[in-house]
C-alpha cells in the first residue's frame, strides 16, 4: 500500500517537468531575445528579428522612386544602368554619320565596261552598224526587209542565182518514182521553246534540211509564189501556222504545176518557192512548224492530210490572222504570184474543193 502513493508522486513530478519544457519552447519561439548584447554582425535573411515582414520588391520599388540608386562604379553599364529606361541611345553625330550613310551612293572604282549596262543606267537597245559602209550612213533599223539582205539571199548578186536554178548534168535523176515512198518527219521540241527573232546584222543557222522550225528574222513574207524565198523568212510564217510547198529547180515540171495548185488551192496561208535542199530520191515538199512532208510523186490524198492536220499550227498561230495580215509590213523581195484567199485570211477550212473528189 505504500509503493501506490510513491508512485502517484513521481507521475506528477514527470508531469510537471514536461508542461514546463513545452512552455519555454514556446516562450522561445514568440519571444525572441534581441538587444545590444546581440553579438551577430552578418545579415539576417529575410529580415531582421523584429522587423514587420514587407516584401523585399516593394522596398526595391520604393528605393528606386523615391531615391536615386548610388554606386561607387565609374565604369559602364551594359546595357543599361540600374534604373535607368530601356532606351536605345543615339548621339547627335551618330545619328547624322547614319543619314548621311543612307541618302550617299557607295562609289565604285570599277573602270572596266558592263553587262548589259552599267547601274543606274536605263535599259536601251544599243544598234550596232554592220560594217564601215553603215556606218557612215548611220544605223540600221532591225529588219525593214530591205536592208542587208545578202545576209541571208541577195536577190541582184547572180552568184545567190544557184538556190533557184538547175544545174545538174543528170536531171533524170530527178524524175517521179512511184515506187518510192513519201517521207514524213517530224522534229520534237520542248513545250516552252520559244524560237528566237534576229535581226538583220547576225547570221543564223539550222542543224536540219528541210529547214522546219528554229531562228528566224521578224518582218514575215508576203504569202503567194517567190523566185526564191531563204528559210530565215519563211519560217517566220511557218511560225504562224503557214504551210510551205518547197521543190528542187531540177524537179519535173510537171509534178512541181500539180502540187503547186493543190496547195494555192487548199489555203491562202501558204509560200511556194524552190530550194536546194532537197534530195532528187524527193524533190518535193511540205512543211508546216517542226514537220516535213517529202515526195517523189505527188500523192493528192497525202497533201491534203498533211494540210489539214499541220496548218494553222505554230507558236505564232492567229485564229484570227485578217486582223493582222493587210496591216503589217512584210518581206516581198523575190515575190511573183501574190496568194489568193481561198474562204478567207483565216482559212476557216482547208482543201475543201478536194472533199469531193476523195
Known sequence: MLLLPIIVVFWLGVAGSNAKSIKK???NLLEPITGPDDA???KWFPYAPGQPHIPQNAQRVQATASTPTTDNWTGKWFPYAPGEPHVVKVTPQERQDEMEKSSTTPKDSWQGKWFPQSPNEPHKVHKKPLNEE???LGEIDCDDGKSNLRLDY???DIRDSLNYLCITSNRSLYQPDLNREALLTEHFLPMAY???AKCMNESIEYTHLPVTNGAYRPLPAEYGVYSYLPPQRYLRNLAE?????LYHPCAFPGQVEQLQHMVSGCLYRHLISPSQALTAERPLALLAWSHSLEMSVVDRRLVADFIQKHAKQGPLALEELSRV???REAYKEGLTTEARLVTTADDYELCGYMKEGM
Open 25 to 27: 519552447s514556446h516562450v
Open 40 to 42: 551577430w554582425q552578418g
Open 134 to 136: 553603215n556606218t557612215r
Open 154 to 156: 541577195d536577190p541582184n
Open 194 to 196: 520559244v524560237p528566237p
Open 241 to 245: 501556222g503557214a504551210i510551205v510547198m
Open 325 to 327: 495580215v493587210d496591216k
